[in-house]
């Protein structure tokens, strides 16, 4: 086994306020384990310096000395984490495109190759840029890498191995920290916010909470952002964090479970070069800490490009360098391809592999290269295949029997396949789900001041309606209509919340944060209690003013009856917007569903008029039972009339009762309820099992 070290105490030296590590401040360096830190801060801090720091310690130490430095800016609790190698052999991914007219008959599926044969291998302790052009397949690469490839699309071959052995995907994917290359995060949430869902969600259940939160500060610390770790993340549409920032709380989320192996999609894109440099030179420190970190990069300044260990190149899906990246230039000017003085060798590289498409003998020109280049590379390959076939050091095998139990005990994830607790989880989802619900205030305000507009609007048109009671029509016709708008209101503000939220919530899925359970349930509670104060606000103007029975009990029961049936509307919304993807089906669904609730209440068209294969679907419309619960209470204890004068009779009112009606209101809303989760669980990103 790797002897790791004890930890150098970390604690001693970082600052601490009555005993206990709390806000770090950003610009205090500190050493631990012989090395300088200076903390970035984006006014004081010289990255030169710092960089020159690294540049002077010796990281040509032996591996198990890399290991030994592993928990060096770690908690304690949860350190140490074993080293994880990671080593691939002729990977081969295609997709599947379709060619060709409108007709499905005229159309022509091709499989186009995407990576055709990419070798390679990632140490701890070191860094491996992934390097290409525009479309080179560098994304794709690292999405397999990271075992999250989608499943259905892409066919894959080749050989991946962890550790000496074939991987489990799903422990893989716990202790493997993906960063994608687009930030999916909560616009509304405090970096603060976004790093302690991560954290105590992920960390084991058996960390206590303050241990967790200790983690987040050394995290924010850690990556700069004390500064604005109070601060909303922010979107296009609201300010918020610069965009620096936000690949940083990107990072910094898989940071707190502190992983030994780190995949960047182009974690500098999109940033200015100092920041992009801050960037790179905190993952230089994780990897010297002992991680594997990989990155796939676009056009690198020099000194960033310095910082790469290993390098691999890609050019269209071929293969065309894999090696230390300071040996690169040489190996190229070996072949022919001298760099010029002065240049950067990122820029020499790239120029040098890409297609130049601006004239059709320019593009011949490179093709011809790059077949060149590729060609020479596969003469070494052979070497390279021997080399990852060396048996490497026992300490970095772990059997495969081993594998789950030993992934986990490195790292500091636990057993179960989720860190925390169902219960957990779910409060800590719940709390979320009300913080962003408050925090979306225009939709709140829109919400409030429709209700307002409406209540006050449908009470004056319908103004003493109810207290006239020989205008039975007028009565149960506005029944109908307060079901029909607090129907369609309730629908139309939730149709869009899940698919906006996907986004965020397959990220947090694919790294194993919560259950889905937990989420649906927290965010179905919060949006019954904002249902509730609406609704509620809504009958106490409306049912007065028209006039209804002037009884607290009537009051009750249309209240209640009113609630349960947006509630089922919010449901049977959600049936259509857990089950499609674009936002615009999920939306047009919705309408149709709702319009075939209300056709079937009752109060339009009298069942015998139907078809009779039609009328069953009366059963299954949360309208009809609504509509009868509601008209129930303001006829049914009026005199007995004749057939053609009783409205129970002339809009089709069902014998049921108030109660039983309102009992299959609830039946059919937690019956929806369950096809939406059903859906969701079916919709939700699936992954390759397979490498
Ligand atoms: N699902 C897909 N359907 C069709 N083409 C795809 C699909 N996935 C990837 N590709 C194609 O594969 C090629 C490689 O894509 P990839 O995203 O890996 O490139 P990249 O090197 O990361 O590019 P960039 O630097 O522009 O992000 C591209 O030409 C892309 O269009």
Redesign the pocket.
């Known amino acids: 086994m790797i002897p790791v070290e004890s930890a150098p105490d970390e604690e001693a030296s970082l600052p601490k306020a009555n005993g206990q590590v709390l806000s770090l401040p950003d610009s205090k360096p500190y050493d631990v384990g012989g090395v300088r830190f200076v903390p970035f801060d984006p006014v004081t801090s010289t990255i030169d310096d710092d960089f020159a720091e690294f540049r002077r310690y010796d990281w040509s130490r032996s591996l198990v000395d890399q290991a030994s430095i592993g928990p060096m800016l770690t908690d304690k609790a949860l350190a140490p984490f074993k080293t994880v190698s990671m080593s691939w052999r002729d990977i081969r991914?295609s997709?599947?495109?379709q060619t060709g007219g409108v007709l499905p008959c005229t159309k022509k599926v091709e499989l186009?190759p995407?990576?055709r044969g990419v070798t390679g291998c990632a140490q701890p302790g070191r860094m491996l840029a992934?390097m290409?052009?525009?479309?080179?397949?560098?994304?794709?690469?690292?999405?397999l890498l990271a075992g999250r490839m989608?499943a259905g699309?892409?066919e894959i071959s080749g050989e991946l191995l962890v550790n000496g052995h074939g991987r489990h995907l799903n422990t893989f994917r716990r202790i493997a920290g993906f960063v994608e290359?687009e930030d999916r995060m909560f616009a509304e949430l405090t970096v603060r916010e976004q790093l302690e869902i991560s954290a105590r969600c992920r960390l084991p259940a058996s960390m206590p909470l303050e241990q967790k939160m200790r983690r987040v500060d050394q995290v924010i610390y850690e990556l700069g952002l004390s500064k604005v770790a109070d601060t909303k993340v922010g979107s296009f549409e609201s300010r918020g964090i610069s965009g620096g920032e936000r690949k940083r709380v990107s990072i910094g989320i898989e940071l707190v479970t502190n992983p030994p192996l780190l995949l960047l999609?182009?974690p500098t894109?999109g940033l200015d070069s100092f920041h992009a440099q801050a960037v790179m030179l905190t993952m230089l420190r994780l990897a010297r800490e002992g991680r594997t970190i990989i990155a796939?990069i676009?056009q690198p300044r020099s000194q960033i490009f310095q910082m790469f260990d290993d390098l691999l190149l890609?050019s269209?899906?071929y293969q065309v360098y894999l090696g230390s990246a300071k040996e690169m230039v040489g190996y190229f000017s070996q072949l022919g391809y001298p760099c010029p003085a002065y240049y950067n060798p990122a820029d020499f590289a790239l120029d040098l592999i890409s297609l130049s498409t601006h004239s059709k003998m320019l593009e011949e020109q490179t093709r011809d290269r790059v077949a060149y280049l590729e060609a020479s590379f596969s003469r070494h390959r052979k070497e390279m295949d021997a080399k990852l076939d060396e048996p490497l050091d026992d300490a970095m095998v772990v059997k495969p029997k081993e594998a789950p139990r030993l992934l986990s005990f490195l790292t500091c994830i636990g057993e179960r396949k989720y860190s925390a607790r169902w219960v957990e989880q779910f409060v800590i989802l719940l709390r979320r789900a009300w913080s962003l619900k408050l925090r979306n205030r225009a939709i709140i305000q829109a919400r409030v001041t429709l209700n307002v507009i409406y209540s006050i609007a449908l009470g004056l048109i319908w103004l003493n309606a109810g207290r006239n009671t020989l205008d039975d029509r007028a009565v149960a016709g506005v029944i109908f209509y307060l079901l029909v708008n607090q129907s369609f209101g309730a629908s139309s503000a939730i149709v869009m919340t899940y698919l906006s939220e996907r986004r965020v919530v397959v990220r947090e899925r694919s790294s194993r944060t919560y259950r889905m359970s937990a989420y649906f349930l927290a965010k179905s509670v919060t949006e019954v209690v904002l249902l509730v104060a609406l609704v509620l606000f809504f009958s106490c103007i409306t049912y007065w003013m028209v006039g209804f029975q002037p009884h607290a009990a009537s009051f009750f029961i249309f209240t209640v009856t009113l609630t349960l049936a947006a509630h089922a509307a919010e449901s049977l919304t959600l049936v259509a917007s857990t089950s499609v993807r674009c936002e615009h089906t999920a939306s047009m669904l919705a309408s149709v569903l709702l319009t075939f609730s209300s056709l079937f209440a009752g109060f339009l068209i009298a069942p015998s008029i139907m078809p009779v294969w039609l009328r069953w679907i009366r059963y299954i419309s949360f309208m009809f039972y609504a509509f009868a619960a509601l008209m129930t209470d303001q006829f049914g204890s009026l005199p007995t009339l004749s057939s053609s004068q009783d409205p129970m009779q002339v809009y089709n009112v069902n014998s049921l009762g108030i109660g039983a009606n309102i009992g299959f209101l609830i039946l059919l809303a937690v019956v929806y309820r369950s096809i939406a989760y059903v859906g969701l669980l079916l919709n939700k990103q699936r992954f390759q099992k397979s490498l």
């Open positions: 991914v997709v599947q495109t186009k995407i990576l992934i290409g052009g525009s479309g080179a397949g560098k994304s794709t690469l690292l999405t989608p699309e892409y290359q999609d182009e894109s796939t676009h890609l269209e899906g």
